[in-house]
């Protein structure tokens, strides 16, 4: 049942699913490949749910009343309304549909597990901005059913449990997932680059591409006057990709990009998970690992945490594993850190002279992947020739360790599990780190049960 977010004819959806399974293992011809492959279950699913995350009474012409005017009026700040906005008098429900092909086998005396999903879920009238209107209007255009997107995706599990004698067995659990999602149609005229536009694939970071420092005053290079008027020794040189002698953005449009390109894709690919122990007499042993085997951060222009410089004293800093230090220094620097002409950054200023060195492009593009042990326990269970005369029927020492080891191509200052979130107000790029990370955490605990 919808809520009032539809007029009365469309607050009513049927949203229908279904599914059907095959368990193969269960024909009689199955019988010669058993001893190898216990079962096998093929499957598959459609289905559609609707979404209405909308505003209420979208359909509704109303008028917003404000307490105070901006204006004095006879002494004193009167109450106000405004002209009411265009109203959407067809909008309805998002449909959200999934195909879905799955798989489950059982081998080796099933010891040897594996689940397959493959999916494709499109959402479809999803609300998007209607047409553009004229600007003598003087109104906003109102939202309409007329987007739609793709999700495309795998989910593998592997498993494994072995018991090899009464004293010892072991498992392992591996799994896998990926998805990308894509914008099928969107209504937008100009089709920005910087937001959505049919056959875009979520997440994408446009920027240029680096072409090096500048290292000799005078350098060869296109006119960059655009972003800034003086370019000396120590600033960042970025490619002539369209070849006409000049950086710029162009309109940002797909028509005109000027030397802009797809640099990377924000969006986390291939989740992977591993769960794995054994138990050998009383001692049993876990761990987990999670990560991310794909993705791309752009650090925010204004982060202290990788850049160190900003463009205001106040505002910078320099941190403990920042690359803020490795700056562009010239040959004949005679300061306590030295010459560092082959460095990563550029030169640092303190002034809006630094936004120019900050474009988004692609050397300062990071690798945000990583694989992070979630947690790792051992635990010993004291034997009932201890307990027997204690009322106690089971008891378990155990250490704990979370968040202990982390591999990652980011800075150590980042933690890329935490502080890589989605800025949408940024433009889809990531956030600048600045959050409260993960801790490491060591615990020794009991596990008591009483008679």
Do not use: C
């Not at 901005?129 to 209007?137: K, S």
């Not at 591996?174 to 937008?188: A, F, M, N, R």
């Not at 042990?373 to 378990?396: D, F, V």
């Amino acid at each position: 049942m919808g809520r009032l977010a539809f007029q009365k004819e469309n607050r009513w959806g049927f949203f229908p699913s279904a599914s059907i399974g095959y368990n193969i293992s269960k024909e009689d011809f199955w019988a010669d490949f058993a001893p190898s492959i216990n079962d096998l279950k093929v499957r598959a699913s459609y289905g559609s749910l609707g979404n209405q995350n909308v505003s209420n009474y979208l359909y509704i012409s109303s008028m917003t009343v404000h307490p105070e005017l901006n204006w004095i009026l006879d002494g004193e700040r009167p109450a106000y309304s405004v002209v009411p906005s265009l109203i959407s008098d067809d909008i309805t429900w998002e449909t959200i549909t999934t195909l879905n092909f799955g798989l489950d086998a059982n081998l080796l005396e099933n010891r040897l597990g594996i689940n397959f999903d493959w999916y494709n879920r499109v959402t479809s009238n999803m609300i998007g901005p209607a047409m553009v209107l004229p600007y003598p209007l003087g109104a906003t255009a109102p939202r309409t059913n007329n987007a739609e997107l793709s999700t495309r995706g795998f989910e593998l599990v592997v498993s494994w449990n072995d018991v090899i004698n009464t004293d010892f067995s072991y498992h392992g659990k591996v799994s896998l997932g990926d998805s990308k999602t894509k914008i099928l149609s969107y209504k937008d005229d100009k089709q920005n680059v910087g937001s959505w536009y049919t056959g875009k694939n979520y997440g994408e970071i446009w920027g240029f591409e680096t072409a090096g420092i500048i290292q000799t005053e005078g350098e060869e290079m296109a006119d960059q006057s655009k972003y800034h008027t003086r370019w000396q020794p120590g600033d960042i040189k970025y490619a002539d990709l369209n070849g006409d002698g000049v950086i710029n953005d162009g309109t940002r449009t797909l028509n005109d990009h000027g030397d802009l390109k797809v640099i990377g894709n924000t969006r986390p690919r291939y989740n992977i998970g591993f769960v794995g122990g054994f138990k050998w007499k009383s001692i049993d042993f876990s761990m987990f690992w999670q990560g991310i085997l794909k993705r791309d951060y752009y650090p925010h222009s204004g982060s202290p945490l990788f850049w160190g410089m900003t463009n205001a004293w106040a505002a910078s800093g320099l941190y403990h594993d920042s690359p803020a230090l490795d700056y562009w220094r010239p040959a004949d620097e005679t300061n306590i850190l030295g010459p560092n002409t082959d460095s990563y950054l550029p030169k640092p200023y303190f002034t809006n002279e630094t936004n120019k060195n900050r474009q988004v492009q692609s050397r300062y593009l990071l690798d945000g992947s990583y694989v992070r042990l979630k947690n790792l326990q051992i635990g010993y269970n004291l034997s009932s020739n201890i307990l027997e005369r204690l009322p106690i029927r089971n008891a378990r020492i155990y250490v704990s360790g979370e968040n202990l080891v982390t591999i990652s191509g980011l800075p150590k200052i980042f933690d890329p599990e935490t502080s890589l979130a989605a800025d949408p107000a940024n433009g889809g790029y990531l956030t600048n780190g600045v959050i409260y990370p993960m801790n490491r955490i060591i615990s020794l605990g009991v596990n008591i049960t009483f008679k």
